[in-house]
Nanobody, 118 residues
Framework: QVQLVESGGALVQPGGSLRLSCAAS???????MNWYRQAPGKQRELVAT???????QYVDSVKGRFTISRDNAKDTVYLQMNSLAPEDTAVYYC?????????????WGQGTQVTVSS
């Protein structure tokens, strides 16, 4: 199992930017890395994925605004969030998946709170 710690969440105004970080306890080079979010009263949704070949996928609502990236040398995954809107308010989580077997390599952690409000 990979231990993941999310950080970087904050209170920001609409239109602002944040960069979230997901630090891993071991090498993540072979894993697909995912950012999820969960807003109050809503189910957790997959926001972005970066695969081990650095290809990416995003949910439609964040395309053009969010960028997921990885630094395997630092065992860290990032989520750059620009043009933030109130609907982006949520707890953001990261999670690792080994696509060789389709197995999740981490459990849900504490997440990091992002609040977008004026």
């Amino acid at each position: 199992q990979v231990q993941l710690v999310e950080s970087g969440g904050a209170l920001v105004q609409p239109g602002g930017s944040l960069r979230l970080s997901c630090a891993a306890s071991e090498s993540i080079g072979i894993y697909a890395m995912n950012w999820y979010r969960q807003a109050p009263g809503k189910q957790r949704e997959l926001v972005a994925t970066v695969f081990n070949d650095n290809t990416t996928q995003y949910v439609d609502s964040v395309k053009g605004r969010f960028t997921i990236s990885r630094d395997n040398a630092k065992d860290t995954v990032y989520l750059q969030m620009n043009s933030l809107a109130p609907e982006d308010t949520a707890v953001y989580y990261c999670r690792a998946r080994d696509l060789r077997f389709g197995l999740w390599m981490s459990n849900w952690g504490q997440g990091t709170q992002v609040t977008v409000s004026s």
